[in-house]
């Protein structure tokens, strides 16, 4: 049986171009010991929601208000299968001049310079979407991302496609 978990991350950027990012305790069940951003699943009634359960995360893992934080907005959609598991993932970029006030038990939060960022042992899917922001930058639309194999080489890959209304274009 096919089963769906749905998360909500943030890629949260600082005034000095340097993305929060959080190596994964070892404890974790999901990436232990990666690097990683903001995030976490939705609950129930996120369902419909998930920009607001990415400032529960936020807020959880940090520390940082909804008020400290500009221009989140939803950039990426991203979907796998993940043995007979679906993974819906949300991911919005923003900003803050913030630090994180909080410690959390789920790993250690650092400011990572964007040049550095994919020099990080971290999950093949997370590398691809970081990989295609560096190059895409902001858009006006989200991008939906399907993960998959390559068809001429049979390598995993993500293809990604424009997030658009095809009535509003």
């Known amino acids: 049986m096919i ?3 749905m998360m909500s991350t943030a890629l949260l950027w600082n005034e000095k171009d340097e993305l929060l990012m959080m190596k994964r305790a070892l404890t974790r069940t999901l990436s232990p010991g990666l690097w990683a951003a903001i995030g976490g699943h939705l609950e129930p ?3 419909s929601l998930p920009r607001v359960a990415c400032l529960r995360e936020i807020r959880e893992e940090t520390g940082i208000e909804q008020n400290e934080i500009a221009d989140l907005r939803l950039q990426y959609v991203l979907l796998r299968l993940n043995g007979q598991e679906v993974r819906q993932q949300f991911f919005y970029i923003g900003t803050t001049t913030v630090d994180p006030r909080i410690e959390t038990s789920e790993g250690e939060l650092h400011w990572i310079p964007r040049a550095d960022v994919l020099n990080r042992p971290m999950p093949y899917i997370f590398r691809c979407l970081l990989q295609h922001y560096f190059t895409a930058g902001h858009t006006e639309h989200p991008w939906v991302g399907s993960a998959g194999l390559d068809q001429l080489t049979g390598d ?8 658009l209304d095809p009535l509003q274009i």
């Not at 995993?156 to 997030?163: D, S």
């Open 45 to 47: 009634h996120e369902i």
């Open 3 to 5: 089963t769906l978990r």
């Open 156 to 163: 995993p890959t993500v293809h990604w496609n424009p997030l």
